[in-house]
C-alpha cells in the first residue's frame, strides 16, 4: 500500500498519466501492452507524430515486459508455440517499419479485418466453454506455418508501429492454437520484441527517442502491474475473451478515427 500513495501522487501530476494507467491495466490483462491506446489519447492531448509512435513503442516495451514475467509467472507460457512466432516476426517487422503505404487505404482495411474478428470473437464467446489443452493440429505443427504467421503479423506490426498483438490474438484463437490464457502468455513477449525491433528500427534510421516523463513512466508501470496480475491469476478465461473483444473493438474504432480525420 505505501507503493500506491506516491503512485497516485505522480498520476495526479499530469492528467495523460490516468488514462493510459487505465489503457494498460485493460491491454495488459489480455497479454497486449496498449500501443493502440496511447497513439490515440497522445494524438488527443496534442503530442506530435514524431513522439508520439516511439514514446507508444516505449510503453509497450515496458507493459509487454511486466506481463511476460506475470503470465510466465503464472505457468502460461509455452515456448514452442513462442519461438517461432517471434523468430520470423522480429526482421518482418524491421522490413514493415521502412514501408510507407497510403495510411487511408492501411487504416481501412486494418480496421476492418480487426473489428470483424472482434464481432467473431464476440459470439463466439457467448457459448465459451474452457475446454483442455488442445493439441497443435498438422498445419500448425508444420516447420513452416508458425514462422510464416509469425513474418506477417511481424509486418503489419511495422507497418502501423504497434506491436502486433492485435493481429496475433485472434489469429491464434480463430486457430485454436492454445487455451486463451496461453495465447496471451505468447502474445505479451512476442509484443515486447516486436516493439524493440520498432525501436531498434527507428534509431537506426536516425530517429532519436523521446524522453519519457515520469508520470508517464509511473501509469505504465502501475497498469501493466494491475492488469497482467489480473489475467495470468485472476480472471476466467472466459472474461479474458470478453476483454480482447473490447481491445479489439477499442484498436478498429482508433483506425477508423484516423481514417476519418478525428
Avoid at 503505404?101 to 457459448?127: K, N, Q, Y
Avoid at 492485435?166 to 516493439?195: E, G
Avoid at 525501436?199 to 497482467?228: E, Q
Wanted: aromatic share 8%.
Amino acid at each position: 500500500m505505501k507503493l500506491l500513495v506516491p503512485l497516485a501522487l505522480t498520476l495526479a501530476i499530469e492528467g495523460i498519466a490516468v488514462p493510459i494507467f487505465l489503457i494498460a491495466i485493460l491491454y495488459a490483462s489480455v497479454g497486449h501492452a496498449g500501443a493502440t491506446g496511447y497513439i490515440a489519447i497522445m494524438t488527443l492531448w496534442g503530442m506530435e507524430p514524431s513522439v508520439v509512435r516511439p514514446t507508444a513503442l516505449m510503453l509497450n516495451v515496458i507493459v509487454s515486459a511486466i506481463g511476460t514475467l506475470q503470465f510466465a509467472r503464472a505457468g502460461h507460457f509455452r515456448a514452442g508455440l513462442f519461438c517461432p512466432l517471434a523468430i520470423a516476426s522480429v526482421p518482418a517487422a524491421l522490413v514493415g517499419g521502412a514501408i510507407s503505404l497510403p495510411s487511408s487505404l492501411f487504416e481501412g482495411v486494418v480496421g476492418g479485418v480487426l473489428i470483424l474478428a472482434a464481432g467473431r470473437m464476440a459470439r463466439d464467446t457467448w457459448a465459451f466453454k474452457q475446454p483442455p489443452t488442445p493439441p497443435l493440429t498438422p498445419a500448425i505443427r508444420s516447420a513452416l506455418f508458425l514462422p510464416a504467421l509469425g513474418a506477417v503479423t511481424g509486418l503489419l506490426a511495422g507497418l502501423t508501429g504497434v506491436g502486433g498483438g492485435v493481429f496475433l490474438t485472434p489469429a491464434l484463437l480463430w486457430l485454436k492454437a492454445a487455451p486463451v490464457k496461453t495465447i496471451a502468455a505468447v502474445t505479451a513477449p512476442f509484443i515486447l520484441v516486436n516493439s524493440l525491433a520498432g525501436l531498434a528500427g527507428g534509431w537506426a534510421a536516425g530517429r532519436d527517442w523521446p524522453p519519457l516523463n515520469l508520470a508517464m513512466l509511473c501509469a505504465a508501470v502501475g497498469g501493466g502491474i494491475v492488469g497482467s496480475h489480473l489475467g495470468a491469476f485472476r480472471l476466467p478465461s472466459r472474461t479474458l475473451r470478453f476483454l480482447i473483444v473490447g481491445v479489439l473493438a477499442m484498436a478498429s474504432l482508433k483506425l477508423f478515427g484516423q481514417l476519418l480525420g478525428f
